[in-house]
């Protein structure tokens, strides 16, 4: 998860296959493989990394041993965040975006748990995708309703701060920059965008 949050590839691709009783783990091996092959380009390996989550997503212990946790919903969202992010590096906007949203709605309606049953919200993928994909206008819309449930995150405000500089809000977007700067002050990485797609990962503070 952490590994994913942070663009962190490489690391994704050299860890080992988990060797676990489980079909959780596995699938989750899986997921990220699925968006550390997207994010290098190469989707046909992206797809099939996401055949397997698939697969496993129909392990008859989601049923019974599994059955009335959050894991299996926590599948159904990781396919949803993958099939966005292939679409999205396919430049297939419309389906990435429908994939993501329904991410969203999948997290939505899971029980309240704290921490929260999935790793990081949706709404962060989502509203990347509406950056890249130039719709500057939902993006905001997602992002504030992000900040709602998670106030002041530096993940949803660089989202925001992104979105309301592409519509040309330089007063708002002032202010959003300096929200961000604030939530962002500690950390050890600069970050561009609310999800991290980028082959390269994360840039360092130092390297600035």
């Known amino acids: 998860y952490a590994y994913v949050r942070f663009g962190r590839w490489e690391e994704v691709l050299s860890e080992p296959k988990p060797d676990a009783v489980s079909p959780y783990p596995l699938a989750i091996w899986h997921y990220a493989r699925a968006l550390a092959r997207a994010a290098r380009g190469e989707l046909d390996q992206a797809r099939a990394e996401l055949a397997r989550v698939e697969g496993a997503r129909t392990d008859p212990a989601f049923e019974t041993t599994l059955a009335g946790t959050a894991l299996a919903q926590n599948l159904d969202i990781a396919i949803q965040e993958v099939r966005a992010e292939i679409a999205a590096r396919a430049g297939d906007w419309d ?20 921490p929260e049953s999935w790793h990081r919200p949706v709404r962060l993928v989502l509203g990347g995708i509406l950056v890249d994909a130039g719709r500057y206008a939902d993006a905001e819309r997602v992002y504030r309703e992000d900040l709602k449930r998670h106030p002041e995150t530096g993940w949803a405000l660089v989202g925001l701060l992104r979105s309301l500089q592409g519509q040309g809000k330089r007063d708002e977007a002032r202010d959003v920059d300096a929200r961000f700067r604030q939530a962002w002050s500690r950390a050890d990485v600069v970050l561009t965008g609310s999800r991290i797609t980028t082959w390269d990962g994360p840039v360092s503070a130092g390297s600035k």
């Open 95 to 114: 389906t990435a975006v429908a994939a993501a949203t329904r991410g969203v709605a999948l997290q939505d309606a899971q029980a309240y748990n704290e």
